[in-house]
């Protein structure tokens, strides 16, 4: 969106939006491109968050935690197939950490713990969405943070995050299997795919 675009959707002055645009574009958090289907004069300034585009990455895409961890996914196992078992396992452990429990009273049904992980993403930035699919629950990750490691390493970055789902749910006592984590369906969209267990629907027996 451009200047006054924003300022309209925020409802500020477009003096002020772009000067905070500007703080931002400074700290590396947004980027800009000129609009190439602009008119005469000043060319129009479209802004969108650092961390979407690919193109337009930031200069710091490659350094500091990024390329360290690039190079440990790269050499955490000899084969992809090891990396993402051991990846998928350290989710598992990372769901423990997490403090996930199973409730003292009812079984939890699979909204109940697909509300839980939609929870946790949205605590790591993952900006998330639920949607229902049949009688399943898809979370929809519009925004990995790790998404420059994950486009390089699927196998490690995707693996850890569908171990994570896996072991909550298995924590949580949910009705559930977390049966597959789909990387970049669009490009920046995830989907993990949650379905109930067989012989289990997916409301609570006791209803």
Do not use: K
């Not at 000067?19 to 602009?38: C, K, M, T, W």
């Not at 998404?147 to 995707?158: F, G």
């Amino acid at each position: 969106m451009d200047a006054r675009e924003l300022a309209q959707t925020c409802g500020l002055h477009v003096s002020t939006v772009r000067f905070h645009l500007g703080v931002l574009h400074e700290a590396g958090l947004v980027r800009s491109q000129s609009d190439p289907g602009g008119t005469r004069g000043r060319p129009r300034l479209r802004y969108a968050p650092a961390s979407v585009g690919s193109a337009g990455a930031t200069e710091h895409e490659h350094t500091g935690y990024r390329l360290l961890a690039a190079v440990l996914a790269e050499h955490w196992a000899t084969t992809a197939d090891e990396r993402a078992r051991r990846a998928e396992h350290a989710g598992r452990a990372l769901a423990g950490r997490r403090g996930f429990t199973a409730p003292s009273s009812a079984r939890p049904t699979v909204e109940h713990a697909a509300a839980h992980l939609n929870g946790l993403f949205a605590e790591l930035g993952f900006e998330p969405e639920l949607a229902s699919e049949g009688e399943g629950v898809q979370i929809r990750l519009h925004a990995c943070p790790f998404r420059a490691v994950a486009q390089q390493h699927p196998e490690v970055v995707c693996s850890l995050h569908l171990g994570l789902i896996r072991g909550a749910l298995e924590r949580l006592g949910a009705p559930a299997i977390a049966s597959d984590l789909r990387p970049f369906v669009e490009p920046h969209l995830c989907v993990a795919y949650l379905t109930s267990t067989p012989g289990m629907g997916t409301h609570d027996p006791g209803r």
